[in-house]
């Protein structure tokens, strides 16, 4: 740790542990999204996709199915499809799709809320233990074996990626779609929730806030280039998102085009348009079946991908602060991973998507904000902006620029506040539908918010009271430091 009169790295060592608690808590709900995609890779193996039909068990008399060109169910003038996707327009009908996702996947029409979570759905909890145990032998000798892995996970995707955009562009309507895609929503960005998500989608696609960066760079060599590391890493990730948004909206233009409906009631939001919308749409496509796998598998590879990202941060975090979990990593991977296993079962029973929105609605979205302002603050300001620059410079070659410094020291300090005040002052109690969750889940979800965020005030204080050197000293080397 060093002697805190001449490092203050106190002050900022709770962010570490911080930053490894968010990622613990969304491991704990974001391996579930791989299961559901296992899930509906396994029920692409068969003769006809069972999210097409209204004849299955778990289907009720208001199912429509959506076969089109051939066949589309009309109400009053209005496409089944518009109902099915959005169903504040008529509660009486559902697509086939959505009951399956909902009914057969979620059963979560056997529960009636977070306070009745019912039965485990064993089939999901076997797809949950799958995903973990790929998990664990990928990851269980360290960067050794992840390290080729990922090779797979992170091409694989653009291959899929790739085809579903030339297969998507192709379609009828695909154009109006693509249209609504690129021609923006200006009104939005007055809502405080678009601003948070963004932050925190950018900070889930990039890595920072949950130590993936810091625990993959920690493999690097001192002098490997890191900026343009940065620059490339953030060029290809925008680059990826905008490219998917042309798959995703071209497939969108065509499902609108078909049902003879808008964009905006044909698109939604969340799990719905990976496992409603865009499973339906392949449904109507020459060679479904084709589609189905490869989508799925692509959904696998990607959320692998991530998940593998999130867990090393945690390991190779706690390996480096406790050696002795390092010497024995492959027992402590167990443990961990059948931790994860057990808290996930909870998702995966018939009420277990409240549970699951819970988490991901609290566990990595304002903790996170905190976690990145903090870091930026002690970075910028406690560390000291130029003590860093000189530090890239002995590793590079070369010190940053003034443009890297002011962002560093100014602009994302006060972009972070701003989106968190901001955040905070619109924020709305959490619901799903017509479900609005009791007041005691929305308190329970600021506590597992906040129980991240307190380690930095209590690790700082508590390393400030036990490192050798007065209180008086401690604070003299602070002030210089900000000073």
């Not at 089939?123 to 145990?133: H, Q, R, T």
């Not at 479900?435 to 508590?462: E, H, Q, R, T």
Request: one cysteine or more.
């Amino acid at each position: 740790m060093g002697n805190q009169k001449q490092n203050p790295k106190a002050t900022y060592l709770g962010i570490g542990y911080a930053v490894v608690l968010i990622a613990f808590y969304v491991d704990f709900y974001y391996n579930v999204i791989i299961a559901w995609a296992l899930r509906f890779f396994f029920a692409s193996f068969t003769d006809m996709l069972p999210w097409t039909t209204c004849d299955n068990p778990w289907n009720t008399p208001n199912c429509r199915p959506f076969d089109f060109p051939s066949r589309n169910w009309t109400e009053n003038n209005r496409t089944d499809l518009s109902i099915q996707t959005n169903p504040g327009l008529d509660s009486r009908f559902a697509s086939a799709a959505s009951e399956y996702f909902n009914r057969a996947i979620l059963e979560l029409h056997q529960s009636k809320g977070l306070h009745d979570l019912g039965a485990i759905k064993w089939d999901m909890a076997l797809c949950l233990l799958a995903v973990y145990v790929i998990c664990y032998f990928s990851l269980w000798k360290g960067i050794s074996t992840s390290g080729k892995v990922v090779w797979f996970t992170a091409l694989f995707p653009y291959a899929v990626l790739l085809i579903l955009l030339v297969r998507g562009i192709t379609l009828p309507g695909s154009a109006e779609g693509i249209k609504y895609y690129l021609n923006p929503n200006f009104n939005a960005i007055t809502s405080a929730e678009v601003w948070v998500d963004a932050a925190t989608q950018v900070f889930f696609s990039l890595g920072p806030g949950f130590g993936v960066l810091l625990a993959y760079a920690s493999y690097n060599k001192y002098h490997n280039n890191v900026y343009k590391d940065a620059i490339l890493t953030s060029v290809i990730n925008s680059a990826t998102s905008f490219v998917a948004g042309f798959v995703i909206f071209s497939v969108l233009g065509y499902m609108a085009h078909a049902a003879g409906c808008s964009i905006q009631e044909v698109a939604t939001e969340g799990p719905g348009l990976v496992f409603v919308v865009y499973p339906a749409a392949i449904a109507t496509m020459p060679g479904s079946i084709f589609w189905a796998l490869i989508f799925f598998m692509m959904l696998l590879t990607l959320g692998l991908d991530s998940s593998f990202g999130g867990s090393e941060a945690i390991i190779t975090a706690l390996s480096d602060e406790f050696p002795r979990i390092g010497r024995h990593r492959e027992i402590f991977v167990a443990c961990l991973f059948s931790l994860y296993f057990l808290v996930g079962l909870a998702s995966c029973s018939q009420g277990g998507f409240y549970f699951f929105h819970l988490l991901d609605r609290y566990a990595a979205g304002y903790s996170m904000l905190f976690a990145v302002f903090f870091e930026a603050i002690a970075v910028s300001w406690i560390y000291g902006t130029q003590r860093f620059c000189d530090d890239i410079k002995d590793m590079i070659g070369f010190a940053p620029g003034y443009y890297w410094r002011f962002c560093w020291k100014f602009a994302a300090p006060l972009f972070l506040l701003f989106i968190i005040v901001y955040g905070l002052l619109g924020y709305e109690p959490l619901s799903y539908e017509d479900y609005v969750y009791p007041g005691w889940a929305n308190v329970l979800g600021w506590l597992i918010a906040g129980s991240s965020v307190i380690m930095i005030p209590i690790v700082a204080i508590f390393k400030i009271l036990t490192t050798p050197g007065s209180f008086i000293k401690v604070n003299a080397t602070l002030l210089s430091r900000i000073v």
